[in-house]
């Protein structure tokens, strides 16, 4: 029988009248059943966010530090459990889904430092005559209630990057999770449940869209942080009224392979950040320009790395490669292959289902530019492979697209590398890696349509915390 697992309200546990199956995108089976949250569960969540932001304002960082820190190491407890659940409900190859929870782990250790380095500075006034025998002082203060929605893709680390800055902000957070990976958060609640924080300060629900749409547009939420599609977010700014907005939405990753770089070593990295996870992640791998002495080599290469990779059941830790969140996203990107072939693009490897949700590992070359396996977000294992004989022009293609997250660039001319920092629109450029690196401290966010704001918890500690001024004269008479 599978479990039942209860959201959590308030420091509370409960069920609704609409219980929540959670599908197992591999098979097709029920891993678990929660339960979705309506308006009267939205609205008490929403008044025990409120009624808990002064005392949490007024928590003291230490304690804030101390709760962080308990949580890593009930995490840490728990890895193998919460990994289990994180596989079953996300198709994620199991030790991907450890490292995942690892990686959460460290957002929650990364939060509890930065909470104690929460600080201000000293202004000098009296660059002015009028400011003459006057100082003032900066600090950061807890901005109120967050509103989060975090998505299917990694839901337990994404959930973790939104959720511990606003506790070591000081900050209450009402989490909607991806309907179809809510355990993970869970998950991550039962942890939080054991490192006292105060009552109200937390609550996950799993929400329909029309339910969770209020953490948009509900004023007594003072920031939403949302991770998610291009088109949902920046529809959600529209519609946000006042509150401040943190957005991590998709990409189409570019990744620039010059003919000086480590050729095996790059090949290695585009077979990792193109196909980790199926692909479905905003800052996979998902065109490759390489420079056309050593095309052909990298392509070869890179279809053998693929074609060795064991993909099936991602509860079997030999499995490189699971399925997709669902079967219709199977058949999407499919449709869109297929539609780049009748355009005139060729594939090397790949290019069917092989499951019910499975897709094969695909790479295709010839692609037309406004194809949309290239001129859209793919969130698929598909990498397209692009020639190129002018480093310039290469950097002029990655910007040739409406987002701008993420780029990789394989060079061992400090110059190209130093180019490249300067001219890609993009919020990260990673130097002989792949554009899907991340590590869970660095800020991490996009340009154009790609988001607005950055994450890590440095960085989200500060859209969570408003900046106040204090002006002192010295000077009475």
Not at 99 to 106: L, V
Not at 204 to 209: I, T, Y
Not at 290 to 315: N, S, Y
Not at 389 to 409: E, P, W
Request: overall charge negative; proline content about 6%.
């Amino acid at each position: 029988m599978p479990s039942e697992h209860p959201f959590y309200l308030a420091g509370e546990w409960g069920r609704s009248s609409r219980p929540l199956p959670v599908i197992n995108p591999y098979d097709g089976s029920v891993v678990a059943t929660t339960w979705l949250a309506g308006d009267a569960e939205f609205e008490r969540a929403t008044q025990a966010a409120v009624d808990a932001a002064p005392a949490m304002r007024a928590l003291p960082v230490f304690q804030r530090s101390a709760i962080l820190r308990r949580a890593v190491e009930e995490i840490r407890g728990r890895r193998d459990e919460f990994a289990q659940v994180l596989a079953a409900e996300a198709g994620k190859p199991l030790r991907d889904a450890a490292t995942e929870i690892d990686r959460g782990a460290m957002t929650f250790e990364v939060a509890a430092e930065e909470a104690r380095r929460i600080a201000g500075e000293v202004i000098p006034m009296d660059l002015a005559a009028h400011g003459r025998g006057r100082f003032a002082l900066t600090r950061r203060f807890p901005l109120g209630p967050v509103a989060a929605i975090s998505p299917f893709n990694f839901p337990f680390n994404l959930s973790a990057h939104k959720v511990a800055p606003a506790i070591a902000a000081g900050d209450p957070i009402v989490l909607k999770p991806a309907s179809r990976t809510p355990l993970s958060a869970l998950a991550l609640a039962t942890a939080l449940e054991k490192a006292g924080l105060p009552a109200g300060a937390f609550s996950v629900l799993p929400m329909d869209r029309a339910t969770g749409d209020r953490l948009v547009t509900d004023e007594r939420y003072k920031l939403l942080t949302f991770t998610g599609s291009s088109a949902a977010g920046w529809a959600m700014k529209a519609r946000a009224g006042k509150k401040r907005i943190l957005l991590e939405l998709g990409g189409n990753a570019g990744v620039i392979v010059d003919e000086t770089a480590d050729l095996d070593f790059a090949v290695g990295r585009v077979a990792v950040g193109g196909f980790a996870f199926a692909g479905q992640s905003c800052i996979s791998v998902q065109r490759v320009f390489v420079h056309t002495a050593v095309f052909q080599e990298f392509a070869a290469r890179l279809v053998a790395r693929l074609e060795a990779l064991k993909i099936g059941d991602p509860l079997d830790p030999a499995t490189d490669m699971g399925p997709m969140i669902e079967e219709a996203e199977a058949a999407r990107i499919d449709a869109w292959v297929q539609e780049a072939v009748r355009e005139g693009a060729t594939v090397l490897t790949g290019g069917r289902r092989v499951g019910r949700a499975i897709y094969a590992p695909t790479v295709l070359v010839n692609v037309p530019e406004t194809a949309k396996v290239c001129a859209h977000e793919v969130f698929a294992p598909l990498v397209g492979l692009y020639p190129f004989d002018d480093f310039n022009d290469a950097l002029a293609r990655v910007n040739r697209s409406n987002y701008g997250l993420q780029a990789g660039v394989f060079t061992r001319d400090i110059l190209r590398a130093l180019g490249a920092f300067e001219v890609l629109e993009v919020g990260g450029v990673m130097i002989n890696d792949v554009a899907t690196y991340r590590i869970d401290h660095m800020p991490y966010g996009g340009v154009k349509d790609s988001g607005l704001g950055r994450e890590g918890p440095r960085y989200a500690i500060e859209e969570m915390t408003e900046l106040k001024l204090m002006v002192i004269n010295r000077e009475l008479t």
